[in-house]
């Protein structure tokens, strides 16, 4: 998917944008115990297939999605999607990825008041990403049937 800028979510990372990507398409198409297939997340999405398959089995570890085998498999939340929120499926993801992210902070005491904007940025980050379920994404993607 290309990068626009300005584009809302391009802090997050291509990892996390794709992994709620895959799982608003879930949360759309919500219906237990009927998978939907990686290749139809794909084409909806627009993501790569390949590495939507990396991120749904991430998503798996942390049982927030289970696959089906088979012809008519695919992968389904685990949940209902007004129980699994936005930082539940973006901590999925970026377990590891933290480190990478990191920039060495500045010295003193303008080091000092950038440390404490960018904690109180992600705690209203976190706690937005907490609010917001799959159910809510899934409502604003106003897909036509």
């Given at each position: 998917?290309?990068?626009?800028?300005?584009?809302?979510?391009?802090?997050?990372g291509s990892r996390a944008e794709y992994a709620l990507l895959a799982a608003t398409d879930l949360a759309v198409n919500y219906k237990p115990g009927s998978p939907v297939k990686v290749q139809d997340i794909a084409r909806r999405t627009g993501?790569?297939?390949k590495y939507l398959g990396q991120i749904l089995l991430r998503l798996k570890k942390q049982a927030l999605v289970r696959s089906a085998q088979g012809p008519s498999g695919g992968y389904c939340l685990m949940r209902q999607p007004e129980l699994i929120s936005a930082a539940e499926v973006m901590e999925a993801v970026s377990a590891g990825a933290d480190g990478r992210r990191r920039r060495r902070p500045a010295a003193g005491a303008y080091g000092?008041?950038?440390?404490w904007l960018k904690a109180?940025?992600?705690?209203?980050?976190?706690?937005?990403?907490?609010?917001?379920?799959?159910?809510?994404?899934?409502?604003?993607?106003?897909?036509?049937q």
């Open positions: 998917m290309p990068r626009e800028e300005g584009h809302a979510l391009s802090d997050l993501a790569p297939e000092q008041a950038l440390d109180d940025m992600e705690e209203a980050r976190r706690g937005l990403l907490s609010r917001v379920t799959l159910a809510d994404l899934a409502r604003r993607a106003q897909i036509p």
